[in-house]
T-cell receptor, first 115, second 119 residues
């Protein structure tokens, strides 16, 4: 079956602009996660959705970051007034919690470059 | 102390040998453990998960878990050049089968070990 999909695959933007990143999870997966990975760094958790609600937003680095999920499916991560330190690969993952051990499957990622 | 620690490597192993990757974690109540493989420029790919003490084998891969020592490892037998990648250890503090633990479902990742298989 289809895996997690993300769009765009690459995004180059100017400092101060807003960007939207999209994630479409595996069909039937109720949980959705956003992480980011900076060059040479580990994966950093951003936010977790169960259905349309976000029980854990603890990883969002500032109020410029927000995310929503509609219909228990597609999620959008929005970064307002982008800064150069926002440059990273943004990864989305999904899992079939609670009917699994929370095995998370990742999409291909969106590479964000802020000039 | 980092929550999940891995030796960053690089770890070089001759083709056909056994590659051994190690990971320690700090949260004693952690229940679910995962190994991901990440090729350069690609996203992480789940290759093994383990939840109980002992060994779990899948093809050339064996995951080993010792909760008392807070230690999880990945062995790759008959290493191939295609195994060259960064291997990420991930821990879910409260993942339990059949039980939803809303509020703590994130995975905590180590920084990864870069493995190179030498032909």
């Amino acid at each position: 079956g289809a895996g997690v999909s993300q769009s765009p695959s690459n995004k180059v933007t100017e400092k101060g602009k807003d960007v939207e990143l999209r994630c479409d999870p595996i069909s039937g997966h109720t949980a959705l996660y956003w992480y980011r990975q900076s060059l040479g760094q580990g994966l950093e958790f951003l936010i977790y959705f169960q259905g349309n609600s976000a029980p854990d937003k603890s990883g969002l680095p500032s109020d410029r970051f927000s995310a929503e999920r509609t219909g228990g499916s597609v999620s959008t991560l929005t970064i307002q007034r982008t800064q150069q330190e926002d440059s990273a690969v943004y990864l989305c993952a999904s899992s079939r919690v609670p009917r699994s051990y929370n095995e998370q499957f990742f999409g291909p990622g969106t590479r964000l470059t802020v000039l | 102390q980092k929550e999940v620690e891995q030796n960053s490597g690089p770890l070089s192993v001759p083709e056909g040998a056994i590659a051994s990757l190690n990971c320690t974690y700090s949260d004693r109540v952690s229940q679910s453990f995962f190994w991901y493989r990440q090729y350069s420029g690609k996203s992480p790919e789940l290759i093994m998960s383990i939840y109980s003490n002992g060994d779990k084998e899948d093809g050339r891969f064996t995951a080993q878990l010792n909760k008392a020592s807070q230690y999880v490892s990945l062995l790759i037998r008959d290493s191939q050049p295609s195994d060259s990648a960064t291997y990420l250890c991930a821990v879910n503090p409260r993942g339990r089968k059949g039980i939803s633990n809303f509020g703590n479902e994130k995975l905590t990742f180590g920084t990864g070990t870069r493995l190179t298989i030498i032909p």
